[in-house]
C-alpha cells in the first residue's frame, strides 16, 4: 500500500482506534475524525457560525510526516510495544525498514518504506493484524 491518505485513514482506525470520515466532495475531500465532524455538527444545530474546523480535526499525515508518524510509535509503545527502526538504504529491500514486536526476539509486525514513516505505519498495522500489501 502507498503512502497516502487511504493508508492515513487505515492507521486511524486500526492503530489509533479512531472513527474517520472523508468530508466534502470530490477533489476537496477531507479527512477527518468523525467525532469532529459530530460536535461541529452540535454547533451548527444551535446557530454558531462555523469556519473550518475548530480544534483540528483532521487526520494526521501518518504516511507521510515524520512527527504523526511518531505518535503511531507512542501510542504502540503504550501498549507494550518495541520498536525498530532502521535506515537500510544500503540493502536490497528498500530504504527504510520497521519492525514491531511484544518481545526484544519475537518479530509480529515487520515492514519496508520508501520513507520511515511508510514503514512504520505499514509495520505498525502488520504487527496488529491487519493485512496490508507493501
Known amino acids: 500500500m502507498n503512502a497516502g491518505r487511504e493508508l492515513d485513514a487505515l492507521v486511524a482506525e ?5 472513527s474517520v470520515t472523508w468530508f466534502g466532495l470530490g477533489e476537496d ?3 477527518m475524525f468523525s467525532d469532529t465532524i459530530d460536535r461541529n ?3 451548527r444545530r444551535r446557530g ?4 473550518g ?4 480535526g483532521d487526520v494526521p499525515e501518518y504516511s ?4 504523526a508518524a511518531w505518535e503511531v510509535v507512542d501510542r504502540m509503545r503504550a501498549d507494550a510495544w518495541f520498536v525498530d527502526l532502521e535506515d537500510s538504504s544500503s540493502l536490497t529491500y528498500g530504504p527504510w525498514w520497521c519492525q514491531f514486536a511484544r518481545s526484544r526476539y519475537t518479530a509480529k509486525g515487520e ?5 520511515a514513516p511508510h ?3 505499514l509495520a505498525a498495522l502488520k504487527a496488529l493484524g491487519v493485512e496490508v500489501e507493501e
Not at 14 to 18: D, I, L, N, R, S
Not at 111 to 115: A, E, M, N, P
Open 64 to 67: 507521510t510526516n515524520m512527527t
Open 119 to 121: 514503514a512504520i505505519c
Open 53 to 56: 474546523y475548530p480544534g483540528g
Open 41 to 43: 455538527e452540535e454547533r
Open 14 to 18: 486500526k492503530v489509533m482506534e479512531q
Open 48 to 51: 454558531e457560525m462555523l469556519w
Open 111 to 115: 515492514s519496508t518504506g520508501q520513507t
Open 29 to 31: 475531500k477531507s479527512l
